[in-house]
């Protein structure tokens, strides 16, 4: 400690601690999970109304109850996890995340109302080059659904 009193992560002992940078990282980390979860959701409810052959009323309490994703982080596992990703794989929807927003962001990082028509264009090619991978990496697949990032 004498010799070397700084941490691997490079903070003395005398620094303040990033509190700012974590907090920052958690609130990304949680929005990111809520993402997730309100997505997992809705391909969930999408899937139990499509194959409801029952009324109208018990395919909408299973739709809330399936939007419940809040009890879910409480049992989940890494069995549940596989068996999610399982039944979200046998199904007819095909997903795959692209980083179209970001890809976009770096080719206008500012956008001007002349720019319009010409990265109108840009995202376009952005989002079928996204689909044409997507549809490459999930065949047989009737729908292909993209996640945004």
Not at 2 to 11: I, Q, S
Not at 39 to 46: D, F, G, P, V, Y
């Given at each position: ?37 309100r ?8 899937r139990?109304?499509a ?99």
């Open positions: 400690m004498e010799d070397k009193p700084v941490c691997a992560c490079g903070l003395t002992l005398t620094d303040e601690l990033p509190t700012a940078d974590v907090d920052g990282l958690l609130r990304d980390l949680d929005r990111a999970l809520q993402t997730q979860q997505r997992l959701a809705s391909e969930a409810i999408h139990v109304l194959k409801s052959d029952e009324g109208r009323v018990t395919a909408f309490v299973k739709a809330v109850q399936t939007a419940n994703m809040a009890a879910l982080v409480d049992v989940m596992d890494d069995k549940l996890a596989v068996f999610i990703r399982g039944l979200l794989a046998e199904q007819e929807v095909g997903t795959g995340d692209a980083d179209v927003l970001r890809r976009f962001a770096e080719a206008y990082p500012t956008l001007e109302e002349t720019d319009l028509p010409k990265a109108v264009r840009e995202f376009e090619r952005l989002l079928k080059e996204s689909f044409e991978a997507a549809r490459r990496a999930n065949p047989g697949k009737k729908t292909v659904r993209l996640t945004l990032r």
